[in-house]
Structure formats: structure tokens, C-alpha cells
Nanobody, 121 residues
Framework: QVQLVESGGGLVEAGGSLRLSCAAS????????MDWYRQAPGKQRELVAT???????TYTDSVKGRFTISRDNAENTVYLQMNILKPEDTAVYYC???????????????WGQGTQVTVSS
């Protein structure tokens, strides 16, 4: 079994910072891409940032220059450093990862339970 557990969400004033963490545990052979998504009330879930095994990253336009995604492959953990937060960043943030559980299995996507980020104006 594989679990992704997020932490680091909370309430912060506009202009502040938060750092989200997502740790994968369980039966893991390898992890490919790791991503952060978010879903605001009444809106669709959107991809915020992604990082591959080589450390290459992509971001949605609205967070470029403010958010930084990183990963610790030894700890199977992905991070999202969020700076200069805005009220429109308020959402539940989810991590996901493409994980291969055994050497002869295919990659499958796993999701965390989500962590609330609220930015007050």
C-alpha cells in the first residue's frame, strides 16, 4: 500500500509564506513525476507545479516567481515553497505522484488527502 501525506497548510496573511510537504510511504520501488494541485471552492482542480526525477520543474503562470517546487528523492518527499501569497491562492492543495510499487509493475498515480491553505487580505 502507498500513502501520500501532506502537511504545512494553514492561515496566513497576504504577502506571507508557507511551505507544504508531501511524503510518500509504503511499498515504493520508484517515483516518477511529483505534482502539486489545488482546488478552490467552486472551481476545478488545477495543476500548480510539477517536478520530474531530474529536477525539471514547470509552473502554472499565476504562481511563477512566487512558488518553488522541490523534492528529496531519498525521503520520497515533495515540497512547495509558497511566497508572496495572495488571497486567490486560497484552496485545498493536493500532491500526487506517479509511483511504481515493484520492479515488474506499472506506474500508477496516487493522491494525498489535501491540506487547506487560506490567505487573508
Amino acid at each position: 500500500q502507498v500513502q501520500l501525506v501532506e502537511s504545512g497548510g494553514g492561515l496566513v496573511e497576504a504577502g506571507g509564506s508557507l511551505r507544504l510537504s508531501c511524503a510518500a510511504s509504503g511499498s515504493i520501488f520508484s517515483i516518477r513525476a511529483m505534482d502539486w494541485y489545488r482546488q478552490a471552492p467552486g472551481k476545478q482542480r488545477e495543476l500548480v507545479a510539477t517536478i520530474n526525477t531530474g529536477g525539471n520543474t514547470t509552473y502554472t503562470d499565476s504562481v511563477k516567481g512566487r512558488f518553488t517546487i522541490s523534492r528529496d528523492n531519498a525521503e520520497n518527499t515533495v515540497y512547495l515553497q509558497m511566497n508572496i501569497l495572495k488571497p486567490e491562492d486560497t484552496a485545498v492543495y493536493y500532491c500526487n505522484a506517479y509511483i511504481r510499487r515493484n520492479y515488474d509493475s506499472r506506474y500508477a498515480v496516487y493522491w494525498g488527502q489535501g491540506t487547506q491553505v487560506t490567505v487573508s487580505s
